[in-house]
């Protein structure tokens, strides 16, 4: 496991074919084992999809628009993240949410096959976002250039190969996004997409806001949703990972709360790459029918 926040770079395991973190497959059995409780909420994403900005609505939902309360502590203290193995003084994902109270939300990463079987036992609601991939691979690459936890991720070229062959955290994104859609009928899932957010933040706060059976006045939904602006939780201390140290989060390369935007990827890709992508990306995802928006 990593000591303490040092910003040593870990490596790559697997579990069942799927590449994470090697610390958290060494704590596997614990997340595995987990005792998933009737009335928690898990908020799946692959990663870099907007699982920040939706847990900061689904806190602020469940805090019926109080800021202040949403400000009792940073987003990874408020809504544990399950694989999280420890890295000291933060204890692992498991060992914060065994001692929390309910009604607990709870964040993932992990491919809904990985999921652990209780929160299917106990029929958790889960909500899913999801980003197009090329904005998520650009998004993930800054990411791990910046976290120094992360696995050392390359040049971009080399790095754009990896997100298409799977060969980074958390598997391929096609998989990701395609298991919990298939998934969303006959569990409680409620999928989501960055770009519909993006669109139309409001009418999507009103569709969390539904699947979690609140009901709160229009003026509190205006405030939740301009809380969870890009521009408000870039500079909120307590939904903006600020209070990460700069030995992990190496701010000189990014910030966390970087463009948040749709269509940044035209910024990156080549013609020929996004060329290339594009003709992987039909295969992969051929007979989807997941309404995803590369541009707005
Ligand atoms: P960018 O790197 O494109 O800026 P995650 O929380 O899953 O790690 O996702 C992080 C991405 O979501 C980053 O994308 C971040 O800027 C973006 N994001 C976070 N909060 C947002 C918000 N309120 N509105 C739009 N994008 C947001």
Redesign the pocket.
Known sequence: NVKSWEGSRCSFGQVKGVPLLEPTVQNWELVENFRAQPDDLLIA?Y???????TQEIVDLILNDGDAEKCRRAPTHKRMPFLEMFPVPPLESGVSQLDKMPSPRVIKTHLPIQLVPQSFWDNNCKVIYMARNAK?SV??YF??DRMNRIQPDPGPWDQYLHKFMHGQLCCGYWCDHVKGYWREKETKRILYLLYEDM?ENPRDEVIRVMRFLEHSLPDDIIDRITEL???ST?KENPMANYSTIPDSVFDRSVSTF?????VG?WLNHFSPEESRLFDEHYEKMMSGTSIPFRTQL
């Open positions: 994403t990663p870099k999809a907007g699982t920040t900005w904005d650009v998004s800054y990411f993006k969870t602006s890009f939780m709360m970087r463009k948040g935007e940044d």
